[in-house]
């Protein structure tokens, strides 16, 4: 991972953390030394918002295809094999979540942004929950689409909530 890419995923956990409170005594003062909130607040989101998706989307295609490269070797456990199977419709499900839920945020519709956003993270965990173990090369990449899915959504939550401002 390059340098900018890797101190911009900091910065957005820190504005995140920020943003929904898991500091709640040093929400305010952090927003407002980052970003001008009070001038540009829905803007500054809506583009953190568009990064997240993209990443989302990105870490669930390529669980996709994981999964995908992972059926065509031998599998000698039949559940096994069958659960990688719904997992592959599970992602296929989820990556046409997120891009019904890029359409919304587009459309700045930040209400069905947040609930099909939803609906990826639920694909995924049951993706997971379908195995005794998590496969381990499935185990990182999966970690990463509940996380991303899930910052979106509470995002478009909290815009949703700001909206009456734009
Ligand atoms: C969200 O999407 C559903 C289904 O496409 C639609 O019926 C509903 O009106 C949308 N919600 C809003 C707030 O537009
Ligand atoms: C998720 O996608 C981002 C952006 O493309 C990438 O940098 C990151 O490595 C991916 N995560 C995993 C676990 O592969």
Redesign the pocket.
């Known amino acids: ?1 390059t340098k900018p ?1 890797y101190s911009s ?1 900091f910065f957005l956990f820190f504005v995140v953390v920020a943003l929904f409170g898991i500091l709640p005594n040093v929400k305010g003062n952090i927003l407002d030394d980052i970003c001008p909130t009070t001038l540009f607040p829905p803007l500054y989101i809506h583009g953190l918002l568009s990064t997240v998706l ?3 989307q ?2 669930t295609t ?1 669980t996709y295809k994981l999964v995908k490269s992972i059926l065509k070797q031998p599998i000698k456990d039949p559940n096994v094999k069958a659960q990688l199977t719904n997992c592959l419709r599970n992602y296929n499900d989820a990556i046409d979540d997120l891009k019904r839920s890029n359409d919304f945020f587009k459309a700045v519709d930040y209400e069905n942004t947040s609930l099909f956003s939803s609906y990826a993270v639920y694909e995924s965990l049951s993706c997971n929950h379908g195995f005794n173990e998590v496969l381990s090369q499935l185990k ?2 999966s ?3 509940q996380e ?1 899915c899930s910052i979106s959504a509470r995002i478009a939550n909290n815009l949703k909530q700001s909206s009456h401002f734009t």
């Open positions: 991972m890419l995923l993209h990443i989302a990105d870490n390529s990182q990449l970690e990463s689409v991303f």
